[in-house]
């Protein structure tokens, strides 16, 4: 639910139909973050769109049965009870993850960069190898933590 990694999550996603224009997303969580606040963190970023479909979804289903005079007011109510319960609790620790992003796009002659790559390279090169060695037990979870302080120093500035 809350993804593979404590740290928090790396996504690429190719953004046109050709592949010449790719999105780079590094998001780190602050050290110490643990599995409640993950899963705070993940609803958070899920319910707007997962509420609005089941919205979407409560209206062509019970459209037909229920009055909209209930139906409409109803369903508002349980996405604003969502949002609420998604953004109150996680409402400090989002304050201090840290979001990095670069776009590459092609164009006739070369790649072009927007944004930090090297940095989120780096950073994710040096996560992943500290979940390996962690896998491995070379790292104890006191080493860990504080490697991972160490990646998340290094976004503080952008």
């Known amino acids: 639910m809350a993804g593979p990694h404590p740290w928090g999550r790396f996504e690429t996603r190719v953004l046109d139909r050709t592949g010449s224009v790719v999105q ?16 705070v ?25 229920v009055p909209s005079a209930v139906l409409t007011p109803t369903v508002f109510v349980v996405y604003a009870i969502g949002l609420a319960v998604a953004l109150v609790p996680s409402r400090r ?32 090169g040096t996560l992943d190898d500290l979940d390996r060695r962690a896998r491995e037990g070379e790292v104890d979870p006191v080493d860990y933590e504080f490697e991972w302080g160490r990646v998340y120093g290094l976004l503080r500035s952008e």
Do not use: K, Q, S
Request: with cysteine; charged share 25%; proline share 4%.
């Open 24 to 39: 780079h997303v590094l998001v780190i969580y602050p050290p110490g973050t643990n599995d409640r606040e993950r899963a």
């Open 93 to 124: 620790i989002r304050g201090l993850v840290r979001r990095v992003v670069a776009t590459e796009a092609r164009d006739a002659r070369a790649w072009c960069v927007d944004g930090r790559i090297d940095l989120i390279r780096r950073a994710v």
């Open 41 to 65: 963190l993940w609803f958070a970023r899920t319910w707007p769109l997962a509420g609005a479909l089941a919205g979407i979804g409560a209206f062509m289903c019970l459209g037909d049965l």
